[in-house]
């Protein structure tokens, strides 16, 4: 089945940041985030998950390991398991981007702060 925003599992998080699971599998999970104009994550690792950002439109800032990565649309940066990370809209328009973790990262969020 072909899947979008338009029919996938929907749910809020943070500042009314949005995100639609695209694939949820214990092994995989893809989902497509938009953040609103300046919001920002909780800084994070996973122990387990390796994640893929890919920004579709806007202006991303990941923050990796205390390096802040600007992200335009079409680029993107993985993040390996263990490495603190947090993703930022500095921007006065809404981002959308795809993260991929593998295995799912769902239970393996430690927060560093």
Same mark, same amino acid.
């Given at each position: 089945?072909? %899947? ?7 749910? *809020?998080? /943070? ?13 995989? =999970?893809?989902?497509?985030? %938009?953040? +609103? +104009?300046?919001?920002?994550?909780? %800084?994070? @690792?996973? $122990?387990? =998950? ?7 439109? /806007?202006?991303?800032?990941?923050? *990796? ?11 993107? @940066?993985? *993040? +390996?398991?263990? *490495?603190? $990370? ?14 991929? =973790?593998?295995?799912? =990262? ?8």
């Amino acid at each position: 089945m072909k %899947r979008s925003k338009m029919n996938a599992e929907h749910y *809020v998080w /943070g500042d009314q940041c949005d995100g639609w699971h695209l694939v949820k599998t214990i092994d995989l =999970s893809i989902i497509h985030e %938009r953040m +609103p +104009p300046n919001t920002y994550e909780t %800084r994070h @690792y996973h $122990h387990r =998950s390796r994640q893929f950002f890919f920004v579709l439109s /806007g202006t991303a800032t990941l923050e *990796v390991d205390g390096e802040l990565i600007e992200l335009h649309p079409q680029e993107g @940066y993985e *993040v +390996p398991p263990l *490495v603190p $990370h947090q993703m930022f809209n500095k921007t006065n328009l809404d981002i959308e981007f795809i993260v991929t =973790s593998q295995p799912n =990262s769902r239970g393996d969020r430690m927060l560093t702060e």
